[in-house]
Each structure stands twice: as structure tokens, then as C-alpha cells.
């Protein structure tokens, strides 16, 4: 399993910016995805997650609204458009894999995050 | 302020036993499987335990997970300066998302 984020980079408060997982190693449409972030010195939080087939996502408070999970099936991407960003949003951004299709609390692979800075 | 509370730090000597407590409510651990991560500062996460007490395929049965009524626990035996490591629970809510404790920095003396 390999998954590999870009995407991430500096933007101003009130910005947007997309993220974006490939996936290697597994068949993607079998298993649940997710975004966790982990601020600088800080935890990890749970960001959004989508399920297997993409009918299906669910966002933490901190990003209903302004972020969008997504999933392209025949690509191994996974996505994730965040709009409206402000200055607590800036982290180190993961994807993670469920451990199967509608799994996001058991997350079995990680990669290594992409860094979201929002600043003026 | 996590959802799920542990405490900020545990320490314990080489071979020796420590436990890791996370408390949650009816919302999250209640009802819902625990899973456990170790994270080595500068790496990913790594998933320890899932489902309240199984172990990934490569994690040894020094570590452990248990769970009872709205709290779970973490217990690592044998202690190695390797385990040297911020741990973190994680739970789905009902608000429809996942929650993550706080987590736990542990220090092996």
C-alpha cells in the first residue's frame, strides 16, 4: 500500500486549495478513505471521510461547509477542495485508508501528509 | 479540546507495564469500537488496535486494548525504549464523524 499526498502549499486566509491522495498497492474502491490533519505540536484530528464507492462522506464541524472529500474510482485519487480556509486550518494534511469500504475509525495505512500553511 | 480525554503523559521503565486510559461518553466509545494509534515523532500514525482489542497483522501482543462501558485502555507490556511515542485513541461519534483523543506522550525512563 502506498499513498502518496500533494497539493498542500501556502494560501491566504480566505483561500482555496485541493489535495490530492494517489493510491497504490490495493484496489481503492474497496476500502473507505480519509483525511486526518495534525496542526504543528498539536493531535490528530479527523477531517472527512468517503466511502468506498463515493456515495457516501462525512466532514468533522471544523470543515462542513468549506471542504468537499472526493474520489475518482477509475484513478486511485483521492481529493479533497477546501475553501474559506483560515489560519486554524493550517496543518499537516493526511490520507489514510479505511480497513474496508465503509471503515473510517480503523485507518491500517497512512501516508506521509502534504503541509497546509494559511497565512498573509 | 478533544472529544476523547487522555492524559497528556505516561512514563514507565524499560520491561515494565503502562497503561494508557481514554474516556469518551455514549456518543463515541459507548457505542462504538476503540481503535489505538502510535505515532513516532516526524512519521504517519500507525494503527495499533482496532475494534476495542485486535491487533494488525506485525503488531506484537505486547500491546493490548480494552474497553468497558464509555472508557478504553491501551496497555503495553515489556516496555522498549522504541515504544518512545505520542499514542492516540480514536472513536466514530454520533455527530457522524471520528474523534481522536487528545493523546498520550510516552516516555520510557
Known amino acids: 500500500v502506498q499513498l502518496l499526498e500533494s497539493g498542500g502549499g501556502l494560501v491566504q486566509p480566505g483561500g482555496s486549495l485541493r489535495l490530492s491522495c494517489a493510491a497504490s498497492?490495493?484496489?481503492?474502491?474497496?476500502?473507505?478513505m480519509s483525511w486526518v490533519r495534525q496542526a504543528p505540536g498539536k493531535g490528530l484530528e479527523w477531517v472527512s471521510g468517503?466511502?468506498?464507492?463515493?456515495?457516501?462522506?462525512h466532514y468533522a464541524g471544523s470543515a462542513k461547509g468549506r471542504f468537499t472529500i472526493s474520489r475518482d474510482n477509475s484513478k486511485n485519487t483521492l481529493s479533497l477542495q477546501m475553501s474559506g480556509l483560515r489560519a486554524e486550518d493550517t496543518a499537516l494534511y493526511y490520507c489514510?485508508?479505511?480497513?474496508?469500504?465503509?471503515?473510517?475509525?480503523?485507518?491500517?495505512?497512512w501516508g506521509q501528509g502534504t503541509l497546509v500553511t494559511v497565512s498573509s | 479540546q478533544s472529544v476523547l480525554t487522555q492524559p497528556p503523559s505516561v512514563s514507565a521503565a524499560p520491561g515494565q507495564k503502562v497503561t494508557v486510559s481514554c474516556s469518551g461518553s455514549s456518543s463515541n466509545i459507548g457505542n462504538n469500537y476503540v481503535s489505538w494509534y502510535q505515532q513516532v515523532p516526524g512519521t504517519a500514525p500507525k494503527l495499533l488496535i482496532y475494534e476495542n482489542n485486535k491487533r494488525p497483522s506485525g503488531i506484537p501482543d505486547r500491546f493490548s486494548g480494552s474497553k468497558s462501558g464509555t472508557s478504553a485502555t491501551l496497555g503495553i507490556t515489556g516496555l522498549q525504549t522504541g515504544d518512545e511515542a505520542d499514542y492516540y485513541c480514536a472513536s466514530w461519534d454520533s455527530s457522524l464523524s471520528d474523534v481522536f483523543g487528545g493523546g498520550t506522550k510516552l516516555t520510557v525512563l
Open positions: 498497492g490495493f484496489t481503492f474502491s474497496n476500502y473507505a
Open positions: 468517503i466511502i468506498g464507492s463515493g456515495v457516501d462522506a
Open positions: 489514510a485508508k479505511g480497513s474496508f469500504s465503509g471503515s473510517f475509525n480503523e485507518l491500517d495505512s
